[in-house]
């Protein structure tokens, strides 16, 4: 079946420190990917997104690229912020079922 | 605001009781799914419904029951409850035209007791 590897954590980072967090899936087809956000008492919002292979997804800073030989969704930022502490899901959804898959997430606190 | 709606936001109850958490999808949006999130562990996929009907079934306890209403709204029903079903349960949902990805309520937190 479909499956989401991503590193648990916790990570913990200074201010602007670069910031990698690694996500392997396993799907068969052309998933779509996401990385989602928690941030403390609240639900998950879509930080950003990758619908075919080769896809960078953007959003407040953060990248990540759909690489289909790799089968890897790797979230990045070049320099990270206190206010991007919180829990990271990595997620696929596959295009036959069209049900969502996600990772364990990842614990990010940042240091000031 | 993700426009997915989940009521109650909080629910103490004691064990053996019977709870009914509610959700309202997205407008337009057909697809409900239900998550369970306890404290410090990842989503757990309870169930899926796709306009009316049951789509996909996670690892949701016989104890548990769901249904999507015709006006696309959503229960998920617990009973008999146990200390360990406390957790957050999410509602998302998905399946507008030109959307891929889910949208997440703001969750119900139960503390069984």
């Known amino acids: 079946g479909n499956s989401v590897t991503q590193m648990e954590g916790p990570v913990t980072l200074s201010e602007e420190a670069f910031l990698t967090i690694n996500c392997t899936y396993t799907?068969?087809?052309?998933?779509?990917l996401f990385w989602y956000v928690q941030y403390p008492g609240e639900g998950l919002q879509l930080l950003l997104k990758?619908?075919?292979?080769?896809d960078k997804g953007s959003n407040k800073g953060f990248e990540a690229t759909y690489r289909k030989e790799t089968t890897s969704f790797h979230l990045e930022k070049g320099s990270v912020q206190v206010s991007d502490s919180a829990v990271y899901f990595c997620?696929?959804?596959?295009?036959?079922?069209?049900?969502?898959?996600f990772g364990p997430g990842t614990r990010l606190s940042v240091l000031p | 605001d993700s426009g997915v709606t989940q009521t109650p936001k909080h629910l103490i109850t004691a064990t053996g009781q019977r709870v009914t958490l509610r959700c309202s999808p997205r407008?337009?949006?057909?697809?409900v799914y239900w998550y369970q999130q306890s404290l410090d562990q990842g989503l757990q996929f309870l169930i899926q419904y796709y306009n009316g009907e049951e789509r996909a079934k996670g690892n949701i306890l016989e104890r548990f029951s769901a249904q999507q209403f015709p006006d696309l709204h959503s229960e998920l029903n617990l009973s008999s409850l146990e200390l360990g079903d406390s957790a957050l349960y999410f509602c998302?949902?998905?399946?507008?035209?030109?959307?891929?990805?889910?949208?997440f309520g703001q969750g119900t937190r139960l503390t069984v007791v």
């Open positions: 990758a619908t075919k292979a080769d």
């Open positions: 799907a068969t087809g052309y998933p779509s």
């Open positions: 407008s337009g949006d057909l697809s």
């Open positions: 998302a949902s998905s399946g507008r035209p030109g959307n891929t990805e889910a949208f």
């Open positions: 997620a696929l959804r596959d295009n036959y079922g069209q049900n969502f898959v």
